[in-house]
RNA sequence: GCGGGCGUGGCGGAAUUGGCAGACGCGCUAGACUUAGGAUCUAGUGAUUUUAUCGUGGGGGUUCAAGUCCCUUCGCCCGCACCA
């Protein structure tokens, strides 16, 4: 029988549609699993290679929970809010929903062609307003209890796509989507203050299974640091406060330095003899884009302030004070004091300043040629009370002696800075806030929610970087909630980061009407027991989850700290050439065109076997064909099959090795080398020229989750009805996966020389004696002297001999 | 510069705790069949000077035994990047 896989794909997926297969069940007593794939953003270009990756090894799982008797929750929806659906509904004078609604349309069929066993009746959408009610009333929630707030401040301004940016979409300078030019830019923002969870958020990281790679990663952008703040008094009177790491050095410390930005440099101008210079030198640091300024780091810059001097809190001695923009002003307290001795930065600006640099920590070479920075060797010299104590012991007592005299407090600062939450731009949740002169900014009552965008037909941002929503004047028009005066809406909308900080949460209970989700629903489901997605997201949308998820936390909403057990990420798939895939490199492989050619089961085992799961790995079509080879081989096996329900006692063993690897494998997400353990089955059965029913059985059960059409389709002809994806999973016996006889390999010297077959039960003696029974060995030890032997239990035995 | 990862045939990649390097697939070679195909089947396929020797980026070490552990060095990828 041909293997017409068009034919079984579509049988199959009305078939479970019709069905509700894979319908998870909310008030089930059955144990949960809860597996998550990042929803798409429905591009224009549809579905790429990528993202059948991580939803086809995440389905596979989701197929085994569900045959192992789980109560599975797959689900799926759509982030589509965002710049590109905007972008295009400029350039072409089409209403976002419209492109959107398309985009999800086609995102639809070819996901559904491709056999997922997601709930499709729990399918959310960002830009439906029945879902981002929620989002608005979550931003609610979190402006009633402080964390939302608004803040004239410069903020990331992408020139190109005239939008404030996250300091996480700001990439080497430029804008993450489009590459065009960021620079900085003074507005009024609204603001969250994940800064406030940051410690949380690291150590929470204690309570998850994510990849070690992964909580690296957020460790070192939440940036958390250990120091001091130390306050140095100036020859004006006033005080200027620093933070270091390395209170240590104090003693070293011969100048100080304040950012361009800093509010002291105002407050000193009557002093300042040179404030002209200075007031030069701020300007050109403000023109400068948050790129050339990072560029600029070989060439360090700055002015010295004129009439004044810091004084060293603990040498008593006068110190000049430099204004630099590598000092920044929003990270400690803008200012620092420099110990050029042993900090590579300090070092450099000391050296075209012609600073003194005064050696503190003596350990390393000479401190006139290069900056000592280690912190667990070396020890304090010149530094008072100091002197003689490693530098791991006299941080603390600096810090000691600083609380004592009322110089310094310990203190701890992060690189994490607040969310950046507006965005000027139309295709994005409103902000549910209305600014009242009377009343300030004042939350819409949650009755009045959602507060839907309205209606417009021109999209293009306002003249100085206001939101479209400027221009919709009768909508921004309203009454104040508190007082009934006239008020204004906010015109600013949320990042697209908004709608996927909770989507999670919607789907235990997408259709829930009076609540984000009940509670039933949200204790049974959440946690997510296993996210799997890109690296990419992990200093973005995971992180911004993570924080909603604990805010949520805490008003009582959600039963758990973290929202994710486990987290995994997959590799990109790049194109034939090894380069990422893109449309201007030509190297681009459409699923629609693979589907067409060899179908969705071979595309999916495609997908899961061309290399290892966490890699990126060039496409092949070559390979593609190879699995097409396999799923047919698979499909052809019923030529040879026989009536026998069990497994023959030849290939016992095997079937329980194949079960046992097939699923460990699957669970570590080591899909390649599950597939390749079926293959060598199949070559197995097909050089014996047969295989049972029962086998035949066994073997398709196992591939079901990787190529649910096919099998499905032969379960309908050959298994014990129902449906195949419902069925139990195969158990396996241990005891059937040992081997009696075994090979173990014969070495003389490390060096192979034989191989016996011998009872597995044997120890290392007996083993011993079998080896020197054979011919080959006897013959290359003969007349040398035996001096050890070592037999390992089932692998192999080594004789080392002597002359 | 800091943090993370990687380096294995012609290619993608295998190799729990150190224990047969190259599973599986692609490609290639030869043959079979043929309605001549991007089909299928069979056999072979790390290298070489082939009773054997050498081989996991390079060099050194530990060990009876190293892709795996240690030191050193080179190269590539990703993330962060003047964070005091």
């Not at 069905?19 to 929803?39: Q, V, Y």
């Not at 990331?156 to 065009?180: F, H, K, P, Y």
């Not at 001795?341 to 003194?356: S, Y």
């Not at 009552?445 to 965008?453: F, I, K, M, S, Y």
Request: net charge negative.
């Amino acid at each position: 029988m041909k293997y017409e896989f068009k034919e079984i794909e579509q049988k199959w997926q009305k078939r479970w549609e019709e069905e509700g297969a894979f319908c998870a069940e909310n008030g089930s007593d059955k144990e949960k699993f809860f597996g998550l794939i990042e929803f798409p953003y429905p591009s224009g270009q549809g579905l790429h290679v990528g993202h059948p990756r991580s939803y086809t090894a995440m389905d596979i799982i989701a197929r085994k929970r569900r045959m192992q008797g789980y109560n599975v929750l797959y689900p799926i929806g759509w982030d589509a809010f965002g710049l590109p659906a905007e972008n295009f509904a400029i350039k072409n004078n089409v209403h976002p929903a419209v492109i959107t609604a398309k985009n999800i349309a086609n995102f639809k069929r070819q996901l559904k062609m491709l056999g997922f066993s997601f709930d499709w009746s729990r399918e959310v959408n960002t830009t439906d307003p029945e879902y981002y009610k929620w989002t608005q009333w979550i931003f609610l929630q979190l402006f009633k209890k402080g964390l939302a707030y608004k803040k004239e401040m410069p903020i990331n301004w992408c020139t190109s796509c005239n939008v404030g940016l996250a300091n996480e979409e700001v990439v080497n300078g430029v804008c993450e989507r489009c590459g065009g030019e960021v620079i900085q830019k003074n507005q009024s923002q609204w603001m969250l203050k994940i800064t406030e969870y940051a410690q949380r958020l690291i150590d929470d990281l204690d309570e998850v299974e994510f990849l070690e790679k992964i909580k690296t990663q957020q460790k070192n952008w939440i940036g958390r640091s250990e120091g001091a703040e130390v306050t140095f008094k100036l020859t004006t009177g006033d005080e200027m406060v620093v933070y270091t790491t390395r209170c240590d050095t104090l003693f070293g410390a011969t100048y100080t330095v304040i950012s361009p930005e800093h509010p002291l440099i105002a407050k000193l101008q009557d002093s300042l003899t040179n404030y002209d210079e200075i007031k030069a030198y701020q300007l050109e640091a403000s023109k400068k884009s948050e790129f050339e300024r990072t560029e600029m780091v070989k060439e360090k810059t700055g002015v010295k302030l004129e009439g004044v001097n810091a004084i060293n809190p603990v040498t008593g001695e006068e110190i000049p004070v430099f204004v630099s923009d590598y000092v920044l002003v929003t990270y400690g307290t803008g200012a620092i004091m420099a110990v050029p001795a042993h900090d590579t930065r300090d070092w450099e600006f000391a050296k075209k300043f012609n600073l003194p640099i005064v050696e503190v920590v003596s350990g390393g070479e000479d401190v006139q040629k290069e900056a000592y920075t280690d912190v667990y060797k070396g020890t304090m010299v010149n530094s008072g009370f100091l002197t003689g104590k490693s530098v791991q012991e006299a941080i603390p007592a600096m810090i000691a002696y600083l609380e004592e005299k009322g110089l310094g407090t310990k203190k701890v600062n992060y690189k994490l800075r607040d969310w950046v939450f507006s965005r000027q731009r139309y295709w994005g949740e409103p902000i549910p806030i209305v600014y009242c002169e009377k009343c300030g900014y004042v939350p819409l009552p949650e009755d009045q929610l959602p507060l839907v965008l309205p209606d417009m037909e021109e999209f293009k941002p306002g003249e100085n970087g206001e939101s479209p929503l400027a221009n919709a004047t009768e909508w921004i028009q309203t009454t104040c909630p508190c007082c009934g005066g006239p008020a204004k809406r906010e015109t600013d909308t949320m990042p697209q980061w908004a709608g996927s900080s909770w989507y999670f949460l919607r789907y235990t209970d997408a259709h829930n009407s009076d609540e984000l989700s009940s509670k039933e629903a949200l204790n049974y489901w959440i946690p997510v027991d296993w996210y799997n997605g890109g690296m990419e997201h992990t200093t973005l949308h995971l992180l911004y989850s993570r924080f909603w998820h604990k805010f949520l936390y805490d008003i009582g909403l959600v039963p758990t700290k973290e929202p994710y057990q486990k987290r995994t990420s997959h590799g990109m798939i790049l194109g034939e050439n090894g380069e990422k895939m893109s449309k201007s490199r030509g190297n681009v492989v459409n699923p629609d065109d693979v589907v067409n050619e060899v179908g969705a089961d071979a595309f999916r085992t495609y997908e899961m076997f061309l290399g290892a799961f966490d890699q990126s790995t060039p496409w092949s079509q070559q390979g593609l064909r190879g699995c097409y080879r396999f799923i047919e081989k698979v499909w052809n096996l019923q030529s040879i099959m026989t009536e026998e329900d069990g497994y023959s006692a030849d290939m016992e063993k095997l079937m329980h090795k194949t079960i046992q690897k097939v699923g460990e494998d699957f669970e570590r997400m080591k899909f390649n080398t599950a597939i390749a353990t079926m293959m060598s089955f199949i070559n197995e059965v097909t050089k014996k020229g047969s295989i049972t029913k029962g086998e035949y059985m066994t073997l398709i059960t196992l591939l079901n989750p990787v190529a649910p059409h096919m099998t499905e389709e032969l379960w309908e002809m050959y298994g014990d009805g129902g449906l195949l994806s419902l069925h139990a999973w195969p158990e396996f016996d241990e005891s059937k996966t040992v081997d009696d006889q075994i090979e173990v390999v014969l070495q003389i010297n490390g060096k192979i020389r034989d191989k016996i077959m011998i009872s597995a039960e044997l120890n290392p003696q007996e083993m011993q004696e079998a080896a020197l029974a054979s011919e080959k060995v006897k013959e290359l030890i003969a007349g040398k002297e035996i001096v050890k032997c070592i037999a390992v239990p089932k692998k192999l035995i080594n004789i080392v001999v002597k002359g």
